[in-house]
């Protein structure tokens, strides 16, 4: 069955820290590999997007790795910023019918 | 460039009642979607539309949920009767091409409650 699992559910961290994002997916065939910021209210806006040959994809303060053997990625963020606050959702396409596979997201939220 | 937007934004309906949600994807995009989150549960896909065609409507729940989009350009979501399960916020994405891999933008979604 495919399937994104996301971790932590939530996380709190003061501003300026940084933090690491989890994604393992079971997927297959897989196309690529897709991080999104939600804020409240909002739909999601893509961070990056990565296929099976790339292992590391940047976006300002956000860097996505993928391990495409192990089929993992993690999402960090540097020096966070008040604005981060939001959910952060890893999604997986499938190559066979371009249908996304959603986790269900990491709230985080950052503390002045 | 305008985004993708749907209407209403909120809508609160009693039970066994009608709504028809909206969506306008922005000009020039054939790829038109349909997503649900369900209070508490990840994002699950609906529909795909290419065009005024449906090219996969394989999430569908049931049929009570019809969705059009007559001459390739705005979509509606139908939901009759609705019932207390369907609940959640239903968002629109469109793309240029197919596998959406110059992109998916997303609508900011329309919360359903139904009560």
């Known amino acids: 069955k495919n399937q994104v699992e996301q971790s932590p559910q939530s996380l709190i961290i003061l501003e300026g820290k940084n933090c690491t994002l989890q994604?393992?997916?079971?997927?297959?065939?897989?196309?690529?590999l897709r991080w999104y910021k939600q804020d409240t209210g909002r739909g999601p806006v893509s961070l990056t997007i990565?296929?099976?040959s790339e292992n590391t994809k940047s976006n300002g303060r956000y860097t996505a790795t993928l391990d495409a053997d192990t089929k993992q990625s993690s999402l960090h963020i540097t020096a966070s910023q008040l604005s981060d606050s939001a959910s952060y959702i890893c999604?997986?396409?499938?190559?066979?019918?371009?249908?996304?596979?959603w986790g269900a997201g990491t709230k985080l939220i950052i503390k002045p | 460039e305008a985004g993708v937007t749907q209407f209403p934004s909120h809508s609160v309906i009693e039970k066994g009642q009608t709504v028809t949600l909206r969506c306008d994807p922005i000009?020039?995009?054939?790829?038109l979607y349909w997503y649900r989150r369900v209070m508490g549960k990840e994002i699950k896909f609906l529909l795909h539309?290419?065009?005024?065609?449906?090219?996969?409507e394989s999430g569908m729940p049931n049929n009570r949920f019809l969705a059009e989009r007559t001459g390739g350009t705005y979509s509606t979501l139908k939901v009759q009767p609705a019932e207390l399960e369907d609940s959640g916020v239903y968002f629109c994405a469109s793309s240029q091409d197919l596998a959406g891999r110059r992109g998916y933008t997303f609508g900011s979604g329309t919360r359903l409650t139904v009560v």
């Open positions: 539309f290419v065009k005024e065609s449906k090219q996969d």
């Open positions: 999604v997986v396409s499938a190559d066979s019918n371009y249908q996304l596979i």
């Open positions: 000009s020039g995009h054939d790829n």
């Open positions: 990565m296929t099976f």
């Open positions: 994604c393992n997916y079971t997927v297959s065939p897989f196309s690529n």
